[in-house]
Structures are given as C-alpha cells and as structure tokens.
C-alpha cells in the first residue's frame, strides 16, 4: 500500500560522487557475490570499463540525494487520551501519577495530566522508521523541550542535516510539536544506506 504522505513529494536533483571503495561496501553489505563488483580484473573480463553499481545501488542514492536542508514530510500522532497515557504507563512501567492521576497534578499546580516525555521520543521513532528499516538506524537520541499536554496530537517532522556518500550515512534533525507550533521534543538520527535494506524512504514507488 502506498503512503499518501509521500504522494507528489519530491527532493531536490543533486549529483552524487560515487567511487569504487563505496561499491565495494555497497555490494559487501547486500551479500553480492558476483565478483564484477568488487573486483576491477573481473569487470574489465566482463567488458565493463571500471567496477559497475550493483542493479540495487540507485535505490541508496535516493537517500544520498538529498541535500542539508530538505524537509521530509510531516506526520500527526494522537491524540494523546487518558487511555493512551494509562496504556503507555502499563507498558513503560512508568506509573508517575503525575501522568494518569488529574487530582495529582491539580495538587502540583497543573492544569492536568500530561505525556511522558519517552512517548513523545517513542513518537518520533515512530516517525523515523517510516523513512528507513530499524536494521538501518545507527544511533537515535532525544531532547525533552516542553510539556505535551493530554488529548493533543503531536506533529512530528525531519529535515536532512547532512550525508556522506563515502560512508554511505545520512543524518537527519527530528522535531515534536504541539498546537501552536510549540516545540516538545527535538531528535537527531543516523542511518546508514549499507545494510540489506538500504533505501531511506523518501518517495513512493
């Protein structure tokens, strides 16, 4: 099924360098074994002029392509009930009444009971796997920014920081929002286009 997010979005055109020690990892990590790929004797003995790109490579560089700067589309979770939040406290193991227990938060000068600021990470993760497979994500980390407050929705959204086609990584700024624009969380996330599924999802197909 075809995600309407992703309907009509484009990324903008970029030139991508691509060298041979790059194919080589590319090839290593998706299990080729044809040896034209990594070996430049066995190319040449094929008729290519130089160590082709497995037929899957493109796909990688769909992800390289994109340039600092450019926004991944948004995503809307919730919104965040009562029943989320007691949910979420069963399978966090996080029972703070502050969170699932209005009277609580009335008794510490809260209008009412608000989100646990891991929901609003697990949120963002939510997000992020809808752009890469999780054997991709090499590291994930968050920054609690304000209070989510109960029966809101949170809009998550992505922006390209930067990439390395040598590497094969690209890293992405990831923020949580509120009704009013305000900010709740912020992310940063680095994924790497090596592995068996290496594509970051950023167009339909």
Not at 130 to 155: K, W, Y
Request: glycine content about 10%; overall charge negative; hydrophobic content about 45%.
């Amino acid at each position: 099924m075809i995600d309407a997010r992703f309907v009509g979005w484009r990324a903008a055109s970029a030139t991508v360098e691509v060298d041979k020690g790059q194919l080589r990892l590319f090839a290593l990590a998706i299990g080729e074994t044809d040896p034209v790929y990594v070996n430049e004797e066995a190319a040449h003995a094929a008729g290519h002029p130089a160590l082709p790109a497995p037929p899957t490579f493109a796909f990688c560089l769909k992800a390289l392509a994109l340039a600092p700067g450019d926004e991944l589309p948004p995503q809307t979770f919730g919104p965040i009930t009562r029943t989320v939040l007691a949910l979420y406290a069963g399978g966090s193991g996080d029972h703070n009444p502050m969170h699932i227990d209005s009277d609580f938060a009335h008794a510490a000068g809260q209008p009412d009971v608000f989100a646990h600021g891991m929901l609003s990470m697990a949120y963002l993760g939510r997000y992020l796997l809808g752009f890469c497979g999780q054997e991709q994500l090499l590291a994930f980390s968050s920054r609690f920014l304000a209070i989510t407050p109960v029966n809101t929705c949170v809009h998550c959204s992505g922006v390209m920081l930067s990439r390395d086609p040598k590497q094969g990584e690209v890293q992405l700024g990831l923020v949580a929002r509120i009704a009013g624009g305000i900010q709740t969380a912020s992310g940063h996330a680095r994924i790497s286009c090596m592995s068996g599924s290496p594509t970051l999802r950023t167009n339909s197909a």
